[in-house]
């Protein structure tokens, strides 16, 4: 099946659907799930689940519009001076975070300490009027906008005991082990005004399935339940790559694991409807400057140190019994004795984001959408985000640097490939593929935005469903 990347700059999907869409409910959006997370935070944005619910829920401070430039929604007045010392930030109208809860200027004054805090500036803030901020620097900071448009989940302030509230469209109404509810702020009359996040999983389940609207982030068995001359599809080269992190301590039996896990067994076993991979070699996808396609070239051998067993961790699913004859005999060809726990959806998500999960062998799945990359590096370096407890020397000046030159809009390829081969060196992620997939959406609605930063969720916002 040949693959294209989807780049059209904003297409609207308008098209009639047949037969049976008057019994849909027109004002709600019905996503199926693998599960549902334990938390909503930008914290576990890695989670493709959190990070669709979080792009309903979150908007940053500015936005960058290809034609205007960067925008606010949330400020009703900014300015700066011509040379990017002296900014003022105004709020009027304080914008709704959550029923009863809102973001006024004194909210924003907190926001921009942490925010600048994070990102280790000390900018003079003070209280211009009783609706505006003054900002000094004291050196030019052309960057600004850029930095607080790249934290797309921020701000964010507690919400209910699972979840925090931001400046989207939508707030969480509840979350359960079956449902996520989000609900749309302030009177509308038309568009969408409630999203339903369904457990595949669960009881609820078969009560929404004629009327699931996005099963994308669904198992893929999944698919053949639909009816799928309701819905466009597209195939999509995402930059996104499916990979292995070794959170071994043993650095000789991390390089075993390295170089002896079979990647197109494992890969085939986990995705057995897929008919092509994207091999790539590199710890970031085509796209990406410095992406490479190929396999990493890798010897296998057998080992006789001693060594305590492994724990590998997936999630439930069809594939089980695949997964437990591949790790067998990948224990058998390298000596190593290797344990598989299969997990729920939402455990294996709450614990792939803590350094201190107790597995050895993980999956993740790390996408950017701004073709930046520090996202591929972060988990691994950065001393706020790791998903490992495996130091590597020597790395995060380095990485300080790459930093500096994105938020600068520099080049920062060089340094990007001496982070991998640290990384590639201490074995400690093995890239399986870059993802592609074929994604789903109803016939029957518009304003579904598919542009340069499409990944696998829409802006439900934008969307009106049609009974034509």
């Given at each position: 099946?040949?693959?294209?990347?989807?780049?059209?700059?904003?297409?609207?999907?308008?098209?009639?659907?047949?037969?049976?869409?008057?019994?849909?409910?027109?004002?709600?959006?019905?996503?199926?799930?693998?599960?549902?997370?334990?938390?909503?935070?930008?914290?576990?944005?890695?989670?493709?689940?959190?990070?669709?619910?979080?792009?309903?829920?979150?908007?940053?401070?500015?936005?960058?519009?290809?034609?205007?430039?960067?925008?606010?929604?949330?400020?009703?007045?900014?300015?700066?001076?011509?040379?990017?010392?002296?900014?003022?930030?105004?709020?009027?109208?304080?914008?709704?975070?959550?029923?009863?809860?809102?973001?006024?200027?004194?909210?924003?004054?907190?926001?921009?300490?942490?925010?600048?805090?994070?990102?280790?500036?000390?900018?003079?803030?003070?209280?211009?009027?009783?609706?505006?901020?003054?900002?000094?620097?004291?050196?030019?900071?052309?960057?600004?906008?850029?930095?607080?448009?790249?934290?797309?989940?921020?701000?964010?302030?507690?919400?209910?005991?699972?979840?925090?509230?931001?400046?989207?469209?939508?707030?969480?109404?509840?979350?359960?082990?079956?449902?996520?509810?989000?609900?749309?702020?302030?009177?509308?009359?038309?568009?969408?005004?409630?999203?339903?996040?369904?457990?595949?999983?669960?009881?609820?389940?078969?009560?929404?399935?004629?009327?699931?609207?996005?099963?994308?982030?669904?198992?893929?068995?999944?698919?053949?339940?639909?009816?799928?001359?309701?819905?466009?599809?597209?195939?999509?080269?995402?930059?996104?790559?499916?990979?292995?992190?070794?959170?071994?301590?043993?650095?000789?039996?991390?390089?075993?694991?390295?170089?002896?896990?079979?990647?197109?067994?494992?890969?085939?076993?986990?995705?057995?409807?897929?008919?092509?991979?994207?091999?790539?070699?590199?710890?970031?996808?085509?796209?990406?400057?410095?992406?490479?396609?190929?396999?990493?070239?890798?010897?296998?051998?057998?080992?006789?140190?001693?060594?305590?067993?492994?724990?590998?961790v997936l999630w439930h699913g069809d594939h089980e019994s695949r997964i437990v004859s591949i790790v067998k005999h990948l224990s058998e060809k390298t000596g190593i004795r290797i344990e598989v726990d299969f997990l729920p959806f939402n455990k294996l998500n709450e614990l792939i984001y803590q350094n201190q999960s107790g597995y050895d062998l993980i999956p993740i799945k790390i996408d950017t959408k701004r073709k930046l990359h520090s996202p591929f590096f972060e988990a691994f370096i950065d001393p706020r985000k790791l998903i490992t407890n495996q130091k590597v020397p020597g790395v995060l000046s380095t990485y300080e640097k790459l930093l500096a030159l994105e938020r600068s809009g520099q080049s920062s390829t060089s340094l990007a490939k001496i982070l991998e081969h640290k990384l590639l060196d201490e074995s400690l992620i093995l890239p399986l593929y870059q993802v592609t997939k074929e994604i789903f959406y109803?016939?029957?609605?518009?304003?579904?935005?598919?542009?340069?930063?499409?990944?696998?969720?829409?802006?439900?916002?934008?969307?009106?469903?049609?009974?034509?």
């Open positions: 099946m040949a693959l294209f990347k989807v780049v059209i700059k904003a297409l609207i999907l308008s098209v009639s659907v047949g037969c049976g869409a008057k019994n849909r409910p027109l004002q709600e959006w019905n996503v199926l799930t693998p599960g549902v997370p334990t938390r909503v935070s930008p914290d576990f944005k890695h989670s493709l689940l959190t990070s669709y619910i979080l792009k309903q829920t979150h908007k940053p401070i500015f936005e960058y519009n290809s034609e205007k430039g960067y925008e606010s929604q949330i400020l009703d007045k900014w300015s700066r001076d011509l040379n990017y010392k002296h900014f003022q930030f105004c709020i009027y109208e304080p914008k709704t975070l959550a029923e009863d809860s809102y973001f006024d200027v004194n909210k924003l004054e907190l926001f921009l300490n942490h925010f600048f805090k994070m990102e280790h500036l000390k900018p003079f803030i003070e209280r211009n009027n009783k609706n505006c901020l003054k900002l000094t620097f004291s050196h030019s900071m052309r960057n600004i906008f850029t930095l607080l448009s790249q934290r797309e989940h921020m701000p964010s302030f507690p919400g209910g005991q699972n979840w925090e509230n931001g400046l989207g469209p939508f707030t969480i109404q509840s979350m359960t082990d079956e449902i996520v509810v989000l609900t749309k702020k302030g009177p509308t009359s038309s568009g969408i005004k409630r999203i339903n996040f369904v457990n595949s999983n669960s009881r609820t389940v078969d009560s929404f399935i004629d009327r699931i609207d996005d099963f994308n982030l669904a198992p893929s068995g999944w698919v053949k339940r639909f009816d799928l001359s309701r819905f466009n599809r597209f195939n999509t080269q995402q930059l996104k790559i499916s990979a292995i992190v070794l959170n071994i301590d043993d650095k000789e039996a991390r390089r075993i694991i390295f170089d002896c896990f079979p990647i197109e067994e494992f890969r085939n076993a986990m995705n057995p409807e897929t008919k092509a991979f994207v091999n790539i070699k590199s710890i970031f996808p085509l796209g990406i400057p410095g992406a490479q396609l190929g396999l990493i070239a890798r010897k296998c051998s057998k080992t006789k140190i001693k060594q305590k067993p492994l724990r590998f109803p016939k029957n609605i518009t304003g579904l935005m598919i542009g340069d930063d499409f990944l696998d969720f829409p802006e439900i916002s934008r969307i009106e469903k049609t009974n034509d």
